[in-house]
């Protein structure tokens, strides 16, 4: 019985050492998109294309997404290792 709940609690710790990482990443990532959104937003208001206003700042807000976060990558590989 000793070994089931050492399985039973390893398992749990296991789980929420994976997944808590996952799920914050997944919480970071909804928010910057949804900033990168409305930032993009007022920007494709002034472009000629009103009907396809919506999905112009999501793919705008996908691709400022997208370069900071490749910007963020240079930055930290370009930084000298401690």
Known sequence: MRQFWSFIKTTIIGGVVFLLPVAATIVVVAKFGEV??????????????????????????????????????????????R
Not at 59 to 65: D, E, P, R, V
């Open 36 to 81: 990168a959104v409305k930032t993009v937003a007022p920007l494709a208001k002034k472009l000629p294309l009103a009907e396809s206003e919506a999905s112009l700042s999501s793919i705008g807000g996908c691709n400022a997404a997208r370069a900071s976060g490749f910007l963020g990558g240079l930055i930290a590989r370009s930084l000298p290792p």
